[in-house]
């Protein structure tokens, strides 16, 4: 299994900044695929980024030029930096592990305030 730890949300004013770190531990495997999803209330869990073991990123277009997915291998820790944030951003964000499976953090609250 795979643990995964999440940090960084709160509150701030649009416009603000914030940044999640994500950190897992148990069976890893170095192919894997690491990302970010939020749910609003009423609403879908959504993607908002993945980065892979190799690098590569993706993106949802409501936050493409805004946040940033980046990874630190070594520390098995992925990192969501979130700028310009807008009030529609607020959510509880989580912190997903794939590898053959889907493994969830527990989520951490963003909320971004008018």
């Known amino acids: 299994q795979v643990q995964l730890v999440e940090s960084g949300g709160g509150l701030v004013q649009a416009g603000g900044s914030l940044r999640l770190s994500c950190a897992a531990s148990?069976?890893?495997?170095?192919?894997?695929?690491m990302g970010w999803y939020r749910q609003a209330p009423g609403k879908q869990r959504e993607l908002v980024a993945t980065i892979t073991s190799g690098g590569l990123t993706n993106y949802a277009d409501s936050v493409k030029g805004r946040f940033t997915i980046s990874k630190d291998n070594p520390k098995m820790t992925v990192y969501l930096q979130m700028n310009s944030l807008k009030p529609e951003d607020t959510a509880v964000y989580y912190c997903n592990y794939y590898y053959r499976y889907h493994s969830w953090g527990q989520g951490t609250q963003v909320t971004v305030s008018s």
């Open positions: 148990g069976r890893i495997v170095s192919l894997n695929v």
